[in-house]
């Protein structure tokens, strides 16, 4: 029976905006998802108008329309989405990867409000000039240029009023809608919904606090502070707060445009060069990296100085994601797929029904494919793009940060290839993977690991005897018990007790028959048929259960 979505309290409180998601969904062709939990609702609440303009638009495109239009909290999801390419694959992961928002902007006496609530003073106070028209209006706030008193020309962002409670209804709203697509939707099951979903709640809630991004970028500076060739603007602290960000303006061309003012082959390899090995000093070296190497976050400074924005998200890559790394490239080296499909298996979420043969046959064809192929053919990206569709396929679903990484490194390869085509990450890579092995059989890391297993090995030496001591205790009071704890095994005890019935009957029956009790009719006893027929027909209806679902009622 399909569920009515209006009785759901967390979705009734907000059943305006429902209906906005689901008609703007229906408008672009994806509300097909909402009709198998309730048809009713689109019919009462969702006018559903044709749309011929994308009659030639592909799914992907839709989707990136639609969630365009939904406003600041799907346009974030989408961005969040285009790093889970194991999930939706790459064609729609590269879509999303374009989202982009021109959101109308706020008036000045809106703006103005916001930065002298926040920094507690009148704005003529804190800055000599406040560009009124701002120079971008993002999803989450828009940016104006002014003048600091001391001369200082900065970039200050501001964040979109009541932004935070309409972030919080739309949350609400998916994760509800999560929760049931996950239940009762067999097709979408593989995408993970809940577990996307809450992990987008944790991230974009994240994302609103300004004083995060700040924190970024003074780490960002500290790291880079000895790099002449890598700039990221300074924030300034006295000037910034949850919803208010002042920032060094950084005055450079975008890469979307750079190609003039480069005027040889050289300066753009070089520079390509450059951004890639700091976006690489990032992941590897610092294990602290900007997450979204778009070119528009990426600048052309004088002196062939790369600038880098919005450091509002970051990854990390611990020891543990490093030593992965590791492994996986130690595998390919070594051309050993089974030992990458392991690694695979190892660190994703792997369904119960996965084949690993498959796995290891899949991952082996694309390696012998790209083994021995020249440099100047190798795209990193592409053969990444393989790996994710491989497992996406398989519906195995790494974990986010792992994705994360795999989408910066594709994305940062594109960016370099924009500026330069004949640029190659591999080439740029090449020193990183030569550290990788050193550091996988220095005797310093060695040492580290086996005084980590020594340390976990004392605890539980001297855990031990209290263990005992406790399981003793209890066996002499009489108080120990095993819990176990099952799931999904109605339908195999459904089988068992309704096979145990249908047993009974035929043998009881067949006593009969044998016995001839009477009633008989025509010499055969008719209890004894009768038993035995009913015992075959429920023995045919118990096959086909287990046949069709391991239940014998469907729901």
Known sequence: MPVDITRIPQLARNLNRVAEITGILAKYGLAGWVAQLDSRFLKRWVPITAFEPLADATHEQRVRLAFTELGTTFIKLGQMLSTRRDLIGPA???????LQSNVPADADDVVRGIVETELRRPLHELFATFAETPLASASIGQVHRATLHDGRT??????????????????????????LAEEYLSDLRAYRPTAVI?????????????RRELRHLQIFRRNFHAEATIRFPEPIAEFSTSRVLTLEFLAGTPLTKIGTTLSTEDDR??????????????????????????????????????????????????????????????????????????????????????????????????MEFYWGMPLDQFHLGNALDELTESIRRF???????????????????????????RFNLVEVLQPYRRGFLKRRVSPKRLLGRFLSAMRDWDEIASGLPRLVRDLMVFARRQQFAVQLEHQHLEPSVNRLVFGMMTSALFLGSALLWAMHAPPLLWGLPVAGVCGCGLAFLLGVRLYRAIQKSGRLEEK
């Open 395 to 421: 519906e195995i679903a790494l974990p986010p940060a792992l994705a994360l990484l795999l989408k910066v490194l594709i994305m940062l390869e594109g960016s370099a290839r924009l500026l330069s085509p």
């Open 198 to 210: 809450a992990e987008f709640h944790r991230l974009l809630l994240r994302e609103l606090d300004f």
């Open 269 to 366: 390899d070089a520079l390509a060069r450059n951004g890639a090995k700091a976006f690489l000093d990032m992941i590897f070296r610092d294990g602290f990296y900007h997450t979204d190497p778009h070119p528009g976050n990426i600048l052309l400074l004088p002196g062939n100085v790369v600038g880098l924005l919005d450091a509002g998200m970051v990854g990390r890559v611990d020891d543990r994601l490093r030593g992965q790394i590791e492994a996986a490239m130690a595998a390919v080296i070594m051309g050993d797929a089974e030992a990458v499909a392991d690694l695979v298996m190892q660190v994703g979420e792997v369904p119960p029904y996965f084949d690993v043969n498959l796995l290891q046959q899949e991952i082996a064809e694309q």
């Open 154 to 179: 900065v970039a200050v962002k501001v964040q979109h009023p009541n932004i935070l409670d309409r972030i919080h209804t739309d949350l609400s709203i998916l994760a509800e809608m999560a929760q």
């Open 92 to 98: 729609l992961a590269d879509e999303l990867a374009n």
